[in-house]
DNA sequence: CGAATCTAGTACGATAATGGTACTAACAAT
DNA sequence: ATTGTTAGTACCATTATCGTACTAGATTCG
């Protein structure tokens, strides 16, 4: 009567696999002030800055909430709000000097969790679990517009640790 | 200077589309009240029954929030708890009948899942990424004690949807 | 042009989830 | 019996989630 893990709650252990450790890396290079949900919020933010809808998109939570995390990271001093030129009401959520200072960390630790995963399956089968994760989250969310070809080139879009 | 993005955000993508579907699956069958958090909680009852703590190690939460969670699946009439006979301490949380109602929903909604995305990676592709995520789940949570293996068959262990 | 429609952001508020500290009762070890 | 550990729970403060709804700037189209 027992049955086999479905291949999603798979996924939630590999995320939050990653997302623990980005977290617990941030945490131990002085921003321990980063929640979870933060974080998710913060990997959506362009270098260029993004729309707070946009934010809400990628993280899969409603623009309320999105409003109330970029308060609390605005408050924090993560994210600053400029306007955006190309729309009287939209604003770009920006990472500030300060959140800047935290990207090489999740972006290491990113690597390391990436490395360390490849180790583990040789490079072959990583290359073939990223394809295979990509054309899934394809097929969930189609405007992911997203290159994975190493020829391509994307002026658009694209996430941050 | 545009980054790709993680595998871990990958998996969080597969993972939330697939937790999504099932729950709105279960809305749709009139188990509507349930939320995400205590659908993630509902995935690791077995069905014999299993204690608290086990079912926030599953879910990744402290046990305190499971047993907030618990208390309102027990409320709504989910869940009950019933002494565990090897241990005085212990509760078994387990299914009510109404709460065994949503299981096959659950379990059609997941089985469809699977079988959608095996139809778009074919599948020895399915199969491949099945495996790796098994790996990099182990990896991350080595007392998951799972078999994979058609062969082996463990008497303890196993989720449900 | 101007009215209807849409969209980005925000406010307010109610509920749900998270997680710290700490207590009790039962078990385990010596 | 004393000590240490573990399961469950209570209490509580904070954070996150999300419904309803408003404002102001865009867009569409007669």
Do not use: C
């Given at each position: 009567?027992?049955?086999?893990?479905?291949?999603?709650?798979?996924?939630?252990?590999?995320?939050?696999?990653?997302?623990?450790?980005?977290?617990?890396?941030?945490?131990?290079?002085?921003?321990?002030?980063?929640?979870?949900?933060?974080?998710?919020?913060?990997a959506?933010?362009?270098?260029?800055?993004?729309?707070?809808?946009?934010?809400?998109?990628?993280?899969?939570?409603?623009?309320?909430?999105?409003?109330?995390?970029v308060?609390?990271?605005?408050?924090?001093?993560?994210?600053?709000?400029?306007?955006?030129?190309?729309?009287?009401?939209?604003?770009?959520?920006?990472?500030?000097?300060?959140?800047?200072?935290?990207?090489?960390?999740?972006?290491?630790e990113?690597?390391?969790?990436?490395?360390?995963?490849?180790?583990?399956?040789?490079?072959?089968?990583?290359?073939?679990?990223?394809?295979?994760?990509?054309?899934?989250?394809?097929?969930?969310?189609?405007?992911?517009?997203?290159?994975?070809?190493?020829?391509?080139?994307?002026?658009?879009?694209?996430?941050?640790?």
């Amino acid at each position: 009567m027992e049955r086999e893990i479905s291949s999603g709650w798979l996924m939630f252990i590999g995320f939050r696999a990653a997302e623990d450790r980005i977290v617990a890396a941030l945490a131990e290079a002085g921003y321990a002030d980063i929640t979870r949900a933060q974080a998710r919020l913060l990997a959506g933010i362009d270098l260029d800055g993004t729309r707070l809808v946009v934010l809400a998109d990628r993280a899969r939570i409603p623009k309320q909430t999105a409003l109330a995390l970029v308060n609390g990271l605005e408050a924090a001093g993560y994210v600053e709000r400029v306007p955006d030129p190309s729309d009287g009401r939209a604003r770009l959520i920006r990472l500030t000097a300060h959140g800047r200072g935290g990207l090489p960390v999740a972006i290491a630790e990113e690597a390391r969790i990436e490395a360390d995963w490849q180790a583990l399956l040789g490079i072959r089968r990583m290359r073939a679990l990223r394809r295979a994760l990509w054309e899934l989250a394809l097929s969930a969310d189609p405007h992911l517009h997203a290159p994975e070809d190493p020829q391509r080139e994307e002026p658009e879009g694209g996430h941050n640790g």
